[in-house]
């Protein structure tokens, strides 16, 4: 973590010099900085790899696992064609019917082999009475799919049932997987869920969709989709220095955190050790271009500005101390020295 060894006031302006000897400036939360921040917040659109996302669901298609029920109305002696033996009392075990093999294909009295996969159940029907037109006049056949098996997606992370589920003729929204999940847990960051699909990682924030007016309900889930729901915990907020209570702050279920609320759960200033004027934010801090925001928090305004200014995942912010506790620090390293020399001398005498 790249920390600020010194930080100089010039004329009302800081910087500070990170161990590397780097300048590293140091920008003042102000009203201006707020309303530029919220300006920037605003002009914020949905880039256009998740606006991908959205769209109208299609039917479902079949695919090798599922299992067909076939009907042909007033042929009894098609009826005890069901394809395989009655249903077990294990759950995991298909419903009677015609599996789709691993080929696209189930087999039908007088029809055949019959190719599915890929087909919805319309176009099934429509290819069993052609088959069976040459032995039956005029056959009213019905088609139904029996049990889903052919297609899932996973679910991970904050919900309370994580795990596979699968896709039926329901189509599967990105609301409606979470809901069948047990919906989201007390500790999941409903600001930071990924959708990976095809080997393409979309993030995606939640209050963020629902206030640019995009419904997280009209994202149609495809086969193979994994969602990952992130957790508070990955995304806290270190407050150090002298605070109460110095901690990492998790941030709210909607992702959001402002300085007054971090400062707020770290039991405020120290009244007895803090220099309010030097209250800093320390952001990516890890990278090669660390930012380092300043609030002088005897300013009457000060309160106003902390709670408007938002903090970022993994943000740093440090209170340091007065002149006074600095030398009170310092003269306590020293007088256990002191004492000891002292001690040393009575006995040698």
Do not use: C
Not at 166 to 179: F, K, V, Y
Not at 210 to 220: E, F, L, R, T
Not at 287 to 316: C, E, G
Not at 337 to 347: P, R, S
């Amino acid at each position: 973590m790249v920390t600020p060894a010194t930080v100089a006031e010039t004329g009302g302006e800081y910087s500070a010099t990170a161990e590397q000897g780097k300048q590293v400036p140091i920008t003042d939360i102000n009203m201006a900085l707020i309303r530029q921040m919220n300006d920037q917040a605003a002009q914020q659109t949905l880039p256009a790899q998740t606006q991908s996302l959205f769209g109208k669901p299609s039917g479902y298609r079949l695919g090798p696992g599922d299992v067909l029920q076939i009907t042909v109305w007033d042929h009894p002696e098609l009826a005890a064609a069901l394809g395989q033996p009655a249903q077990s009392t294990r759950t995991s075990d298909a419903a009677p019917g015609f599996v789709v093999d691993e080929a696209g294909n189930v087999q039908f009295p007088y029809a055949g082999t019959v190719h599915v996969a890929g087909d919805s159940v319309e176009q099934v029907q429509r290819k069993i009475v052609e088959r069976i037109s040459k032995v039956y006049k005029k056959p009213e056949v019905t088609v139904r799919i029996a049990s889903f098996r052919a297609t899932q997606i996973y679910m991970e992370g904050q919900v309370r049932t994580p795990g596979s589920m699968q896709i039926t003729d329901i189509p599967m929204t990105l609301t409606e997987a979470i809901g069948r999940a047990g919906g989201f847990t007390d500790g999941a960051d409903q600001s930071r869920v990924t959708l990976v699909r095809d080997g393409t990682t979309y993030p995606l924030d939640f209050p963020q969709l629902v206030k640019a007016g995009h419904s997280p309900s009209d994202i149609v889930l495809k086969p193979g989709d994994m969602v990952r729901v992130d957790s508070r915990d990955e995304n806290g907020v270190y407050v150090m220095g002298e605070v109460n209570k110095p901690a990492t702050v998790m941030p709210m279920r909607d992702g959001r955190l402002t300085l007054a609320e971090a400062l707020s759960q770290a039991g405020s200033l120290n009244p007895n050790t803090a220099e309010a004027k030097q209250l800093f934010v320390i952001r990516n801090s890890t990278s090669a271009n660390p930012q380092i925001y300043h609030l002088d928090a005897t300013s009457p305004v000060s309160m106003v500005l902390a709670n408007q200014f938002a903090l970022q995942p993994k943000d740093v912010v440090y209170v340091d101390n007065g002149a006074l506790v600095k030398f009170n620090r310092v003269l306590n390293l020293f007088l256990p020295a002191i004492n000891a020399g002292l001690t040393a001398a009575i006995v040698t005498k």
